[in-house]
């Protein structure tokens, strides 16, 4: 079993769309949470940190579950910048870091 | 200022060659990462500095060799690697803080090709 784990989709949504990314982890340890987006031939820039309590950033909003082991990532509204790879990325203790294989996101006009 | 810079953008090596990647960050940050990512996989870590001390080494191979000069600065050098270590290489750096959420900031990348 991967220690992270994504949907590799793609999603592909119109506009205006809501989607949700879900998030697995195997290290219960784990303690800090992440989300990035890639987009082709670029650098992983951050979407947000994940916080225990669940965080909201303008359209996206993050919730941790640590009883399942799982994070999410919800975009409400999605536009057509939105298109792009969202990675999960998990850090145990220490600086040992670990990224989920990413979701594809599509969004079409 | 969230930038980290990373030179050159794009190389090209034989496999008896000798060469050097280089990252910098000006953010006062104290810990600094190599990634590894093939296309259409995610980064994979390979080495982490602390302090300017190794902390982490994925069991990289040691035509690898990992080097941190000061806070600021991050080299990898290459020799005698495999055309399947043709891929894009990745600096990050985040502040090192303990027991919490310490984000990473990526510098653009190093896309290398061994032939």
């Known amino acids: 079993r991967k220690e992270v784990e994504q949907d590799p989709g793609p999603f592909n949504v119109p506009e205006g769309a809501t989607v949700a990314f879900n998030c697995t982890y195997s290290?219960?340890?784990?303690?800090?949470f992440f989300w990035y987006r890639q987009d082709c031939r670029k650098e992983p820039k951050l979407l947000m940190s994940?916080?225990?309590s669940g965080n909201e950033d303008g359209r996206f909003t993050a919730q941790l579950n640590r009883a399942s082991q799982y994070i999410s990532l919800l975009i409400r509204d999605s536009k057509l910048s939105d298109s792009a790879t969202y990675l999960c990325?998990?850090?145990?203790?220490?600086?040992?870091?670990?990224f989920g294989a990413g979701t594809r996101l599509f969004v079409k006009a | 200022d969230t930038e980290v810079t990373q030179t050159p953008k794009h190389l090209v090596m034989g496999m008896t060659n000798k060469k050097s990647l280089k990252c910098e960050q000006h953010m006062g940050h104290r810990a600094m990462y190599w990634y590894k990512q093939k296309a259409k996989k995610p980064p994979e870590l390979m080495f982490v500095?602390?302090?300017?001390?190794?902390?982490i080494n994925e069991s990289v191979p040691s035509r690898f060799s990992p080097e941190c000069p000061n806070s600021s600065l991050l080299n990898l050098h290459l020799h005698a690697l495999q055309p399947e270590d043709s891929a894009l290489y990745l600096c990050?750096?985040?502040?090192?803080?303990?027991?919490?959420?310490?984000?990473?900031?990526f510098g653009p990348g190093t896309r290398l090709t061994v032939l």
């Open positions: 500095y602390s302090y300017e001390k190794l902390s």
């Open positions: 290290n219960s340890a784990s303690q800090s």
């Open positions: 994940v916080y225990s």
């Open positions: 990325v998990v850090k145990t203790g220490g600086f040992k870091t670990i």
């Open positions: 990050a750096s985040s502040r090192a803080l303990a027991g919490s959420t310490d984000t990473q900031y």
